[in-house]
């Protein structure tokens, strides 16, 4: 055996002994997304192969990767694989782009590849040029798709902020821009969920003094908001949004489009409540905490941490290239996560 292989059996093997361990049960709603954006990340054979060890049953990529999906074949890891926005306007202008995408990032990949989603843009704000392609590249994907004969069992989702809706209390909520409309309409009449981006850690920046951080952190020891308009009590943020979105879906025809976290997490530097020790104490209890859901649904939530790896070539703000979970060598940055 190469040195290599067997220093990334090692690495797999103490990740595993680590996670028994810790006695961790099996969390089924819980995915991690897999960004790209570095130079220090490993190989995607091994990044594969330690979701599985880890028991991470779910992944997000953020563009047809065709090194990782090859890596995902027969891993039974189930994928939200993004189109990402410098494809929209050719795919929705064009319907043999789409189904040329999906013979190519999808047909030659299925069924070893468990395709779950397709995140027809991520976080393609309304005044985007871009966003007037979101409704019509997902209906091109979705006849893509239906003509593949991969109908029902993909579907076709787009992936918002949080700050498309705003509302307080949570029972208020409502989008701020008709543009999502027709999209919730597209959703609804497909069984399709809303892929919903939602990050407590920047809520509470944008407003710490009125947002306490136990509230951000999932550590507040009882009610903070109680909804006056349903009576439910938030003891949480992460609830309190998830909540103000399923209002906001109620107002526009979606009471029964489900959501789906895409994206939450905490980063571990870049400011000053962005630690490690903050960070650790936010995964941990995400990831307890959806196994209940939210007041207003109280079922399990599927949701994807952010992220798996640093990711040190993200433009931004510093605490951008901070959100992994897992060093580049394997190892679990924080215990008990995940």
């Known amino acids: 055996m190469a040195l290599k292989d067997t220093v990334t059996s090692s690495l797999l093997l103490t990740g595993l002994l680590l996670l028994t361990a810790l006695q961790l049960p099996v969390v089924q709603s819980i995915g991690v997304c897999y960004g790209l954006i570095g130079d220090n990340l490993p190989q995607r054979q091994y990044v594969v192969d330690l979701y599985k060890f880890n028991n991470l049953g779910a992944m997000r990529l953020y563009g047809p990767d065709q090194q990782a999906l090859q890596a ?14 410098d494809k929209l306007e050719s795919i929705a202008s064009n319907a043999g782009t789409a189904s040329q995408w999906v013979q190519d990032n999808i047909r030659n990949y299925y069924p070893d590849v468990r395709f779950k989603y397709i995140a027809v843009g991520n976080e393609v704000e309304p005044e985007e040029p871009a966003a007037r392609f979101v409704l019509p590249a997902m209906q091109n994907i979705q006849n893509a798709l ?46 399709s969920p809303l892929l919903a981006n939602i990050y407590p850690y920047f809520s509470y920046i944008y407003n710490p003094r009125d947002i306490p951080l136990p509230y951000a952190l999932f550590t507040s020891p009882g009610t903070v908001v109680t909804d006056s308009i349903s009576g439910l009590n938030y003891q949480n943020l992460f609830d309190a949004l998830v909540d103000t979105m399923h209002a906001a879906l109620a107002k526009v025809g979606g009471s029964n489009v489900p959501i789906v976290v895409s994206e939450s ?44 790896f640093d990711e040190n070539l993200k433009k931004g703000d510093e605490v951008e290239r901070h959100f992994g979970i897992f060093n580049s060598n394997g190892s679990p940055k924080y215990n008990g996560v995940p």
Do not use: C
């Open 72 to 85: 995902l074949r027969g891993s039974n890891i189930e994928l939200i694989l993004d189109v990402p926005k």
């Open 146 to 191: 239906a003509s593949a004969g991969l109908q029902p069992q993909i579907k076709v989702s787009t992936a918002v902020k949080s700050s498309l809706v705003t509302g307080f209390p949570p029972a208020n909520g409502r989008f701020t821009s008709s543009f999502i409309n027709p999209i919730i309409s597209f959703l609804a009449s497909n069984g």
């Open 265 to 308: 997490g905490w980063p571990s530097a870049g400011s000053s409540v962005a630690t490690p020790e903050n960070a650790a104490t936010y995964h941990r209890n995400l990831i307890r905490h959806v196994q209940g859901g939210t007041p207003r649904k109280p079922q399990p939530l599927e949701t994807f941490i952010f992220a798996m």
